[in-house]
């Protein structure tokens, strides 16, 4: 051996030749070949092939490869048998192994015997394009598991999904043709090829989200999404995808989001541009959930005693079976449910011996009795700051004693009404203020007692704070005013809007759909020109035209500001928002607030017929299924109440910061009164909804703040203030479990619009 190695680098070193065994070499050599083997396992049989050939396995198990080549290995299960999948050499799961020869491997190829009366179905990928295949019932995953077992007879529907890029050109085998579902009726091991090839069209991915508490499917047309199996599918760039959800049982479709897609109809159409995603919610039946949109309008200046007091009489007329109800006395069985009958409840009027222009003198000896007004056109009695506080208690009107009297109505508005006609400002002709004393009844306003008695009200609703509409409508979509009591630029502490956060703010974020509705009326009524109307002057008509807030409205989400005929073409479409707010139209004269001027007067019946036609609108909709409408006054307008406002959290412990010179706490007054611890008055309000209960009165004290908290409830968004998060819940209105209106009443009365319509002074 010495010997030779001697004579090798001898004649290596000599150049005298380069081609004995160990000498170093100019030329390329062969390279060495790997050996690879196949082992068959299991409990059942098959054979195994190799692409290049050389395993036939079965009968030839183990074949040299040239170092680096790529070596696929083929799995075929018997009759009887399936195969299990690979294990060793980096081979693994059930498709066909593709390896590198590098070294010298063992693979592992386990086959098992069937269960009885089973099938094996195979899927095999071809074309120049990518995709996948599913199976149902499930099984086949391919690209990943391209082989599954089925019972004999089984029916195996497979679904092809293109990849960005590709498109399905077909199925071939198995019986199975067409770009469609194809489902294989297993008889025998079937093998189906599915075949993608690269796209010549522009394509993007329509994806599905299923969300929500409840279940359902999405399917789609062109087809593609069946989710939830198939819930991403690509379509021709361009194309309009027709999207159909079917709730599951014993869940209801809460709506869409996303993809330009809204509303609660089970179907929408995507046109796509880009890769888009849509949610579908599916919302568990018999809970709040199936509440998928909450409306609310409050109207102006009407106090439950001057709406509702006489409800309890109109039942009695009408057939309806007498509950408790706190109207006023005269009305109340003699018998019966609590509270029973009383007299009319009464205020001080002015002494007749001083009449205009000195300032009215209340007398105990000249009693103004609650009574029936004889109008439906009543001179506007003030709600203000000072009014809510001398209402309260002529002579305590901090609330220094805890004695609320409520016997300072018939001061305040004559002392009111002679104000202006010194002014003249404009003029008011009831100088001795009996208009706050007055009432109206089931004749007056049919319509509101029927919704009323059918659905549900309650006795102990109350606006949120003792003052006038502008800081009460603050509240209602924000749950405070920020420390103002009085309107917008009264001082220098309300000159700015407001920052607080809105219920529309909060929305947002959470991506729940909103909208607020005006009357845009006409350039000539204060209004709004247009169709189409501009969004900043919209806004000006609405509640937001407070906030900071409004004006973002305006610049980037304009599309949430819209027209009254938005919602009714929204309430017939299947397109409302899941929370929209409804603003009085005021500058049409159907807000029902009180006449402020006695040459152009405001009837109530006109306002209430408005209401109607909003409610009545919804209730023969496709929209009725799943909405509540919620109707409230925003303060109780200087009208007679005869129950006091209640005790109510501070919202933001903010105190009041706007006072005129002569407001009352103005003088360093600290009573109760004198924060924002007390309701307002108690005001009107009809929960109408499918889900609300019939006939149904709660007795719970609450203010309208209490709206916002059924908004946060149902759509999971945080309190705003400490007043709504401290609200009593609202969902005892409503039976989510055994809906008693899903068809609402037939028999729904046209609000009367023939009463007289007088400015004159009333007489009790």
């Known amino acids: 051996m010495l010997k030779i190695k001697f004579w090798c680098t001898l004649a290596c070193l000599l150049a005298v030749s380069s081609f004995l065994p160990g000498c170093g070499s100019s030329h390329t050599s062969t390279p060495p070949n790997v050996q690879i083997s196949v082992v068959a396992a299991g409990t059942g049989s098959g054979t195994v092939s190799s692409a290049p050939g050389g395993i036939n396995c079965g009968s030839t198990c183990s074949a040299s490869f040239a170092a680096g080549t790529s070596v696929t290995l083929t799995a075929t299960p018997n009759n009887g048998s399936t195969f299990a999948g690979w294990s060793g050499g980096g081979c693994s799961g059930t498709s066909a192994c593709t390896m590198m020869a590098s070294a010298a491997a063992s693979v592992t190829a386990t086959f098992n015997t069937a269960a009885a009366n089973t099938d094996q179905l195979t899927v095999q990928l071809a074309g120049t394009g990518t995709g996948s295949v599913s199976s149902a019932p499930a099984g086949i995953t391919c690209g990943t598991t391209c082989a599954a077992s089925f019972a004999t007879g089984a029916a195996v529907t497979l679904t092809a999904t293109a990849n960005a890029g590709s498109t399905f050109a077909g199925w071939s085998g198995g019986g199975c043709s067409g770009t469609g579902s194809c489902v294989v009726t297993l008889s025998s091991n079937t093998t189906v090829t599915a075949t993608f090839n690269t796209s010549t069209t522009p394509t993007n991915n329509l994806t599905v989200k299923l969300a929500g508490t409840g279940t359902g499917t999405v399917s789609s047309a062109p087809s593609g999404i069946t989710c939830g199996t198939t819930c991403t599918a690509a379509f021709a760039t361009g194309s309009a995808v027709t999207l159909t959800a079917a709730p599951g049982t014993g869940s209801t479709f809460g709506g869409w989001s996303g993809g330009g897609c809204t509303g609660t109809t089970t179907t929408c159409t995507v046109t796509l541009s880009a890769d888009t995603t849509v949610t579908a919610t599916f919302n568990l039946s018999g809970t709040i959930n199936s509440l998928n949109h909450i409306i609310f309008l409050a109207q102006e200046n009407r106090s439950f005693d001057h709406y509702f007091g006489a409800l309890r009489q109109y039942w009695a007329q009408n057939g309806y079976p007498d509950q408790s109800f706190d109207g006023l006395p005269q009305f109340n069985p003699a018998t019966g449910a609590a509270p029973l009958q009383g007299p009319a409840p009464t205020n001080p009027g002015c002494d007749p011996t001083a009449p205009y222009p000195a300032d009215c003198k209340p007398t105990a000896s000249n009693p103004v009795p609650s009574f029936h007004l004889k109008t439906v056109c009543n001179e506007?009695?003030?709600?203000?700051?000072?009014?809510?506080?001398?209402?309260?208690?002529?002579?305590?009107?901090?609330?220094?004693?805890?004695?609320?009297?409520?016997?300072?109505?018939?001061?305040?508005?004559?002392?009111?009404?002679?104000?202006?006609?010194?002014?003249?400002?404009?003029?008011?002709?009831?100088?001795?203020?009996?208009?706050?004393?007055?009432?109206?009844?089931?004749?007056?306003?049919?319509?509101?007692?029927?919704?009323?008695?059918?659905?549900?009200?309650?006795?102990?609703?109350?606006?949120?704070?003792?003052?006038?509409?502008?800081?009460?409508?603050?509240?209602?979509?924000?749950?405070?005013?920020?420390?103002?009591?009085?309107?917008?630029?009264?001082?220098?502490?309300?000159?700015?809007?407001?920052?607080?956060?809105?219920?529309?703010?909060?929305?947002?974020?959470?991506?729940?759909?909103?909208?607020?509705?005006?009357?845009?009326?006409?350039?000539?009524?204060?209004?709004?020109?247009?169709?189409?109307?501009?969004?900043?002057?919209?806004?000006?008509?609405?509640?937001?035209?407070?906030?900071?807030?409004?004006?973002?409205?305006?610049?980037?989400?304009?599309?949430?500001?819209?027209?009254?005929s938005q919602y009714l073409a929204d309430v017939q479409n299947g397109t409302l928002p899941q929370v929209a707010l409804i603003e009085p139209a005021t500058d049409d004269g159907t807000d029902e607030h009180g006449s402020n001027s006695d040459t152009v007067?405001?009837?109530?019946q006109t306002g209430a017929n408005y209401v109607a036609g909003l409610i009545?609108?919804?209730?023969?909709?496709?929209?009725?299924?799943?909405?509540?409408?919620?109707?409230?006054?925003?303060?109780?307008?200087?009208?007679?109440?005869?129950?006091?406002?209640?005790p109510a959290v501070n919202p933001d412990g903010i105190k009041p910061l706007d006072y005129q010179p002569n407001d009352v706490c103005n003088n360093g007054s600290t009573g109760p009164t004198c924060d924002?611890?007390?309701?307002?008055?108690?005001?009107?309000?009809?929960?109408?909804?499918?889900?609300?209960?019939?006939?149904?009165?709660?007795?719970?004290?609450?203010?309208?703040?209490?709206?916002?908290?059924?908004?946060?409830?149902?759509?999971?968004?945080?309190?705003?203030?400490?007043?709504?998060?401290?609200?009593?819940?609202?969902?005892?209105?409503?039976?989510?479990?055994?809906?008693?209106?899903?068809?609402?009443?037939?028999?729904?009365?046209?609000?009367?619009?023939?009463?007289?319509?007088?400015?004159?002074?009333?007489?009790?």
């Open 601 to 604: 007067p405001t009837n109530v």
């Open 676 to 764: 924002f611890t007390f309701t307002g008055y108690r005001v009107p309000l009809i929960v109408v909804s499918p889900f609300t209960k019939k006939n149904f009165v709660s007795h719970k004290v609450r203010d309208f703040t209490a709206i916002l908290n059924l908004i946060e409830t149902r759509f999971n968004v945080p309190a705003l203030t400490k007043r709504d998060a401290a609200q009593v819940d609202m969902t005892e209105f409503f039976d989510f479990v055994n809906p008693p209106w899903m068809t609402p009443p037939s028999n729904v009365p046209v609000q009367n619009t023939n009463g007289t319509c007088s400015t004159d002074p009333p007489t009790p």
């Open 616 to 646: 009545n609108t919804l209730m023969q909709s496709q929209s009725w299924k799943d909405s509540a409408f919620i109707l409230t006054f925003d303060e109780f307008g200087g009208l007679y109440d005869h129950v006091a406002p209640q």
């Open 380 to 564: 506007n009695t003030s709600p203000s700051w000072n009014e809510a506080h001398v209402d309260w208690n002529l002579t305590d009107q901090v609330d220094q004693y805890n004695d609320p009297l409520l016997n300072g109505f018939v001061y305040s508005a004559a002392h009111d009404f002679r104000s202006n006609l010194a002014a003249g400002v404009p003029p008011k002709k009831d100088l001795n203020g009996n208009t706050a004393m007055g009432y109206l009844d089931g004749g007056d306003l049919n319509y509101y007692y029927f919704m009323a008695s059918n659905f549900a009200t309650s006795d102990r609703w109350f606006h949120p704070m003792m003052s006038r509409t502008p800081p009460n409508r603050d509240y209602l979509i924000a749950a405070t005013s920020q420390g103002t009591v009085n309107p917008p630029g009264t001082n220098a502490n309300d000159s700015t809007p407001l920052t607080a956060p809105t219920i529309f703010q909060e929305l947002q974020t959470a991506g729940i759909t909103w909208k607020v509705y005006v009357d845009p009326a006409t350039p000539a009524q204060g209004g709004c020109a247009g169709p189409p109307y501009d969004p900043a002057c919209l806004v000006k008509l609405s509640s937001l035209k407070n906030f900071s807030f409004g004006q973002t409205v305006v610049t980037t989400y304009p599309q949430n500001i819209a027209p009254i």
